[in-house]
């Protein structure tokens, strides 16, 4: 599974992101995809994934500004977004694509967002908010 994330910069307090990930080399039909973020002296936080059905999982941090979404990429893989509104200072981070291929789950919400579960990563992209 490859994973390459975009959409990073720099934005005011206030204003809109969109993430993207390139998700391509899945073997299974059956895939969880998330965004996590890590700020500077900061463990790395899960903030939002969604599944293959199509349910999605917020950490309370994000919920109700952010929205994760997914596209079928014309048949090579998936984009996943995440759509970044009232952006706030605290929200500056690294913020990577991850996913899990296949295999039985039975999470819990937050197993959904504990980076632990994940097998795959990109390299992440920059965001900023200045105050």
């Known amino acids: 599974v490859q994973l390459v994330e975009s959409g990073g910069g720099l934005v005011q307090a206030g204003g809109s992101l969109r993430l993207s990930c390139a998700a391509s080399?899945?073997?299974?039909?059956?895939?969880?995809i998330g965004w996590f973020r890590q700020a500077p002296g900061k463990e790395r936080e899960g903030i939002s994934s969604i599944a293959d059905d199509g349910s999605t999982y917020y950490a309370a941090s994000v919920k109700g500004r952010f929205t994760i979404s997914i596209d079928n990429a014309e048949n090579t893989g998936y984009l996943v977004y995440l759509q970044m509104n009232n952006l706030k200072p605290e929200d500056t981070a690294i913020y990577y694509c991850?996913?899990?291929?296949?295999?039985?789950?039975?999470?819990?919400?937050?197993?959904?967002?504990?980076?632990?579960?994940?097998?795959?990563w990109g390299q992440g992209t920059q965001v900023s908010v200045s105050s």
């Open positions: 991850a996913a899990v291929d296949g295999g039985d789950r039975i999470w819990t919400y937050s197993d959904y967002l504990r980076e632990d579960e994940y097998d795959y």
């Open positions: 080399g899945f073997t299974y039909n059956d895939y969880v």
